[in-house]
Each structure stands twice: as structure tokens, then as C-alpha cells.
């Protein structure tokens, strides 16, 4: 079994910071990619930046040069560092691993961007 704790997510104002975070455990294949997806009301899943064990990322254009995905293997653990944030960027963070064709999924956390 694969579990996935979050934190991080809150409420901070349109301009301001956030630092997600999430960690894995379990039985987890070396090779894999994590990453942060969300979801706002009404609208599908959609990703945010991954991250592959070889330290290669992709972001959302929405997001590009705003967040910064890294994370530690050793501890299988992600982190999403958000900045310049705006009020578009509210929704509920999702942390996610893939391997083996697989995804699993954390609890999710919210994050709300108003004034």
C-alpha cells in the first residue's frame, strides 16, 4: 500500500506565498514521478507541475515562473513552493505518485486565495 500525507495548503491574500508539502509511504518503485494537481469547484483535476525521481519537471503554463516543484528521495517526499499567488490558483492541492502505471492519490489540501 502507498499512503500520501499533505500539508501546507490555507488562506493568503492575492500576491502572497504558500509551501505545500507531501510525503509518501509504503511500497514505492524507485522510478516515478510525483507531483501536485488541483481542483477548483466545478472544474476537472488538472495538473499543476511533476516532478520525476530524476529531477526533470513540467509545469502549467498557469503556474509557470510562479511555482517551483522539488523534491526530496531519499524521503520521497514533494514540495510545491507557490508565489504571486492569485485568487484563479484557489482550489484543493492534490499530491500524486505514478509508477508501474499507476496513480495514487493524498487526501488533498485547500488552498484559497482571497483579499
Known amino acids: 500500500q502507498v499512503q500520501l500525507v499533505e500539508s501546507g495548503g490555507g488562506v493568503v491574500q492575492p500576491g502572497g506565498s504558500l509551501r505545500l508539502s507531501c510525503a509518501a509511504s509504503?511500497?514505492?518503485?524507485?522510478?516515478?514521478?510525483m507531483g501536485w494537481y488541483r481542483q477548483a469547484p466545478g472544474k476537472q483535476r488538472e495538473m499543476v507541475a511533476v516532478?520525476?525521481?530524476?529531477?526533470?519537471?513540467n509545469y502549467a503554463d498557469s503556474v509557470k515562473g510562479r511555482f517551483t516543484i522539488s523534491r526530496d528521495n531519499g524521503k520521497n517526499a514533494v514540495n510545491l513552493q507557490m508565489s504571486n499567488l492569485k485568487p484563479e490558483d484557489t482550489a484543493v492541492y492534490y499530491c500524486?505518485?505514478?509508477?508501474?502505471?499507476?496513480?495514487?492519490w493524498g487526501q488533498g489540501t485547500q488552498v484559497t486565495v482571497s483579499s
Open positions: 500524486n505518485i505514478k509508477f508501474f502505471r499507476r496513480d495514487y
Open positions: 509504503g511500497n514505492i518503485f524507485t522510478v516515478n514521478t
Open positions: 516532478i520525476t525521481n530524476g529531477g526533470s519537471t
